[in-house]
């Protein structure tokens, strides 16, 4: 039976942070480190920090349908920031703290915001480098305490809430007022979309568009409890973070710790021991790949002992999971390996981990299966911003490697006749703001076209091939899904990155970056002499391991599919490079732009380059 979502009890994201002071008032609702310690605020306490910002925005000025953006990494000041702002009915606008100033004047006009959350000296910078375009600019907000330009003034959150005047009878009610006027269809925020195709698009989504796509994967993954730890380091901007580790999270009287960044994820989950967490692929990835190098430095009656545990463990998984077989003996080995092994791994991620959530791109089945075995399942999703985002997502009962999963609820899907999945639902976004010609190409006949191409099995579980405008079509006319041959390359332990390339060319070609450490170890090792990293990927010993570790992984494809030529980089593509999204996905045409020469020089039959020559003849 479906569930319905006029049997919520709220309306709207602001009534449903209300319902949860009610309900788990005591319970503690966001955490985050200040001066080297731990706090956090309850759900009781943490509404009244909501309907502080909500009372000094409209003292400001604000007024329902206002746009008003914020600019900041993932920190408590975001999200009372967020819901201050829906409490007094103006829309959000997150702007990823990555982009550079030009990035944001664009959100910024487009969107017409007046005001401006940021979080720190940095990003009210951005503001003033591009201070003359922004015209419609007239308040800025901070999290952090500095003093602003003449030209340009600062408040800060606690001075514009006014904390040390607790809200009163009659602004509460005057709040709550506005609260229950919101209603579902009401616009909750402009999203913009990161680029990668062209110029941004503000995606519109709706109060009922984030609480419905919520309610559903929460019904989807059974195993969520209501007082899980959510460690959020994915960008907020991000509607992936956005919907399942904020909305559902609160949703379900949960926990949101937030991570002092990226690079000290794994600190914080030490310290914070999450019991969840949503990621994109990258991070798994390079679980995987950490997990695999300490296996390489062990002894050999150690590496096999691991190895024979992960066989162990993948056909546990297969009969568990997959077949829904009784384990009878098999569960008894396993659990042997996991006390042995797979607990102690699990260990460095805090130990209370109890499932990850993937989504943003198609999990590698490999790495996918790999966390199933140590006993960190993790639920493949799979959705677009446009679809706020979840179309689809897997579960404990719901499981098929290389799928991501079936719908949700709701969620009707279909395939056009050139592969690209087609969906409807409640989850879908009204339009692109101000960009009636963008919504009309994207929604047809109510369908939304998401440009992925798919599959979909006889138990309607969807398999993502590869984006629509990212098939390579060789010279050869062969239509080439370059993601799944990058994924393979990664999986290597010498490769961190890898962007195959193709189109209307007589063959495929590839860009590696390589492993740093395991590069380093094999300079060591084959005791070369070199200056820089430069130098060390031009080496011919060097260039010969790559060539094998291609050759390999040619030797399992069909010949219109092998990667012929490639190059060596000595550097990892990179937000700051501007070769990645904030979500780590790859930029193609700017990866081929930045790169060009080096890319048409693998096609120069002629006069080959150093690069050229890496592959050797191996075809």
């Not at 960008?235 to 690079?263: C, K, N, Q």
């Not at 060596?568 to 732009?593: A, H, Q």
Request: net charge neutral.
């Amino acid at each position: 039976m479906k569930k319905d979502i006029a049997t919520m009890p709220y309306a709207s994201i602001p009534a449903m942070v209300r319902h949860g002071a009610t309900e788990f008032s005591d319970r503690l609702a966001v955490t985050h480190k200040k001066d080297g310690a731990w706090q956090s605020l309850t759900y009781g306490q943490f509404y009244q920090r909501v309907l502080m910002a909500a009372r000094g925005l409209r003292k400001l000025g604000v007024r329902p349908g206002d746009k008003v953006a914020i600019l900041s990494e993932n920190r408590v000041g975001w999200v009372i920031a967020d819901l201050g702002i829906q409490a007094s009915r103006a829309v959000t606008v997150p702007i990823y703290a990555t982009n550079t100033p030009d990035q944001v004047a664009y959100v910024l006009r487009h969107s017409e915001a007046s005001v401006v959350f940021v979080s720190s000296r940095l990003q009210y910078e951005k503001l003033l480098a591009v201070r003359e375009q922004l015209p419609r600019l007239e308040t800025v907000i901070a999290f952090e305490r500095f003093i602003g330009d003449r030209d340009l003034p600062v408040f800060h959150l606690y001075q514009v809430s006014e904390i040390s005047h607790p809200i009163t009878d009659g602004e509460r009610a005057e709040i709550e007022g506005e609260i229950d006027s919101i209603s579902r269809d009401d616009l909750a925020t402009l999203i913009y979309t990161s680029g990668t195709t062209g110029v941004p698009k503000g995606v519109m989504l709706t109060q009922q568009n984030f609480l419905i796509n919520a309610w559903c994967g929460l019904d989807r993954i059974h195993g969520w409890g209501h007082q899980e730890t959510f460690l959020s380091f994915l960008p907020l901007s991000h509607v992936l973070e956005r919907t399942a580790g904020y909305y559902a999270a609160l949703m379900s009287g949960s926990r949101i710790a937030f991570a002092e960044s990226v690079d000290k994820v794994v600190e914080n989950m030490m310290e914070i021991r999450p019991t969840a967490m949503v990621s994109v692929p990258r991070l798994f990835e390079k679980i995987y790949s950490r997990i695999y190098e300490n296996v390489h430095l062990m002894s050999p009656p150690k590496r096999k002992l691991f190895h024979r545990a992960v066989e162990v463990g993948r056909e546990y998984v297969y009969r568990r999971y997959i077949d829904r077989k009784p384990a009878g003996l098999l569960r008894a080995k396993y659990r042997f390996y996991d006390r042995l092994i797979f607990s102690k791994i699990r260990e460095r991620f805090g130990g209370q981990l109890k499932f990850c959530i993937s989504g943003g791109a198609p999990l590698d089945k490999t790495i996918n299966e790999f966390m199933w075995i140590i006993g960190i399942p993790t639920f493949e999703g799979y959705g677009l911003t446009e679809t706020s985002p979840a179309i689809t997502l897997s579960s404990i009962d719901k499981v098929k490697f290389g799928s991501v999963g079936p719908p949700l609820e709701h969620t009707e899907v279909k395939l056009a006749e050139d592969g690209e999945l087609l969906v409807r639902g409640p989850q879908l976004m009204p339009g692109y703001y101000n960009n009636e010609e963008a919504t009309a190409d994207a929604i047809r006949d109510g369908w939304f076209h998401t440009g992925d191409i798919a599959r979909i099995d006889e138990d309607g579980y969807i398999y993502i091939v590869d984006r629509k405008k990212e098939l390579i079509v060789t010279a050869g006319g062969k239509n080439i899904a370059p993601q799944p041959l990058e994924n393979e390359l990664k999986l290597d332990k010498y490769i961190s990155q890898a962007f195959v390339y193709g189109d209307r060319k007589p063959y495929l070609v590839a860009l590696l970056t390589p492993n740093m450490e395991r590069l380093i170890e094999l300079g060591h090792e084959k005791k070369l002499d070199y200056f820089d990293v430069e130098e060390l990927v031009a080496n011919d010993k060097v260039r010969a391991v790559f060539a094998e570790r291609i050759e390999q992984l040619n030797s399992k494809l069909p010949s219109y599919e092998t990667i012929k030529k490639f190059v060596v980089l000595p550097r990892d593509f990179s937000i700051e490079g501007g070769e990645l999204t904030p979500t780590l996905k790859l930029k193609r045409k700017v990866i081929y732009e930045k790169y060009r020469e080096r890319i048409e020089a693998l096609y120069d039959q002629n006069g080959h380059s150093a690069q050229s020559e890496q592959q050797g003849e191996k075809q």
